[in-house]
């Protein structure tokens, strides 16, 4: 077997198939951002708000909501992580940030509720993800 067919298994990747750094593909864009930001911020205008809500105790979801954070720190995007103690509390933090007009952005850090079924037939997560308001959507 020849070193690139080793490689492609040894990495799980499909016959030919190529990693893509994604720093590289972002870069432009961030660029972009941090640049539209510091002209909003030279006419007294306050950088974009994104707020995380967090209710669960998943690791994984945890560094995400860190990483969110670091990156808008890093792009001058002010980023709020708002920690719910309760899941059951999640539907009235939601609705909070969609009413905030300081907020442009919300991201829910998932799983809250899994598969569990709500009024709708779907499960509780998929509703609190269509109650985040279309003018604060960000995934």
């Known amino acids: 077997m020849s070193s690139e067919k080793t490689a492609d298994a040894a990495n799980n990747w499909a ?78 933090a939601l609705r909070d940030a969609n009413d905030d007009p300081r907020v442009h952005g919300i991201i829910v850090y998932y799983p809250i509720f899994g598969q569990v079924e709500s009024f709708s037939g779907e499960s509780q997560d998929d509703y609190l993800r269509d109650t985040v308001s279309h003018k604060c959507d960000v995934e």
């Open 15 to 92: 016959p030919g198939a190529q990693k893509i750094d994604a720093t590289s593909i972002a870069k432009p864009f961030r660029e972009e951002i941090r640049t539209q930001i510091q002209k909003l911020k030279e006419v007294g205008i306050e950088a974009p708000l994104l707020v995380g809500l967090l209710a669960n105790s998943d690791p994984a979801a945890k560094k995400y909501a860190e990483w969110t954070g670091r990156a808008c720190k890093a792009d001058g995007i002010r980023y709020e992580l708002r920690e719910i103690d309760d899941a059951i509390d999640v539907e009235n």
